[in-house]
C-alpha cells in the first residue's frame, strides 16, 4: 500500500467510519434484551476479559500511527466463532477497548466501535453448523472490516504514514485471528456443537 492508493479511497474513510459505528451500536442496541439472560451475560464478561488479556499479552508499538500490534483478533475471532455475533461484537468490542484504555487510550473508542463490528461479522456469518470454509470466509470478512477500520482511523487522525504502518500491523493481526481463531474455532465447534 502506498500514499497514492490511500488518497484515491481518502473521500470514503469518513463514511467507512461512520457506517462500522451504526453498525455496532444499533447491533448492540437492537439485541439489549438478549443480556438479561445470565448465561449470556457472564459469557459476555468472562470472553471481554479474555480478548483484553490476549491483547495485552504481545504489545509491540507502531510510532507511525501511535497504536501497537496484538494479537487479540485470535481471541475476538475464536469467541465470535463459538459463540455468535452478540457476545462476539460484545467481547470483541469491549476487551479490545479495556485493553487500550489501560496503555494506548486515544484509540479506545474506535477499538470499541472496530473491534466490536469485526466480532459481530465472524459470528453471525460463522453461526450454526459452519463448514470449514464459511468459517474462513467468515473470519477474512472480519479481518477486512478490522484492516478497513483502523486504516481508515489512522489516515484520519496521522495522514498517509500512521495508515501504512496500521495497514501492515493489522494485516498480522487479521491473518492470526484466521489461521488460529477461526481455524481452533472450527475444531472446537466441530467436537463441541452450538455452545450457545
Given amino acids: 500500500m502506498n500514499e497514492e492508493t490511500l488518497q484515491a ?11 462500522v459505528t451504526i453498525v455496532y ?30 491483547t495485552m ?8 500511527s501511535q497504536g501497537y500490534l496484538n494479537f487479540g483478533d485470535i481471541m475476538i475471532m475464536l469467541t465470535a466463532v463459538l459463540f455468535g455475533p452478540l457476545i462476539g461484537g460484545f467481547a470483541g468490542g469491549v476487551g479490545s477497548a ?5 496503555g494506548y487510550p486515544s484509540w479506545a473508542l474506535f477499538t470499541l466501535v472496530i473491534k466490536g463490528s469485526e466480532g459481530i461479522v465472524v459470528g453471525y ?24 477500520g483502523y486504516v481508515s482511523v489512522a489516515y484520519l487522525l496521522y495522514g498517509p504514514a500512521g495508515a501504512i504502518g496500521e495497514f501492515y500491523n493489522d494485516i498480522v493481526q487479521a491473518v492470526s485471528g484466521i489461521i488460529i481463531g477461526g481455524g481452533l474455532g472450527y475444531v ?9
Avoid: E, Q
Fill in 9 to 19: 479511497y481518502v473521500p470514503y474513510f469518513k463514511a467507512i467510519v461512520a457506517i
Fill in 25 to 54: 451500536f444499533g447491533y448492540i442496541f437492537l439485541n439489549r434484551k438478549k443480556f438479561k439472560a445470565a448465561n449470556v451475560a457472564a459469557l459476555s464478561a468472562v470472553m471481554a476479559g479474555l480478548v483484553t488479556a490476549m
Fill in 57 to 64: 499479552v504481545v504489545r509491540i508499538p507502531i510510532p507511525a
Fill in 98 to 102: 479495556l485493553a487500550d484504555l489501560l
Fill in 125 to 148: 456469518l460463522s453461526k450454526g453448523d459452519a463448514s470449514y470454509a464459511r468459517i474462513l470466509v467468515a473470519t477474512t470478512l472480519g479481518g477486512a472490516v478490522m484492516v478497513i
Fill in 188 to 196: 472446537l465447534k466441530k467436537r463441541l456443537g452450538n455452545i450457545i
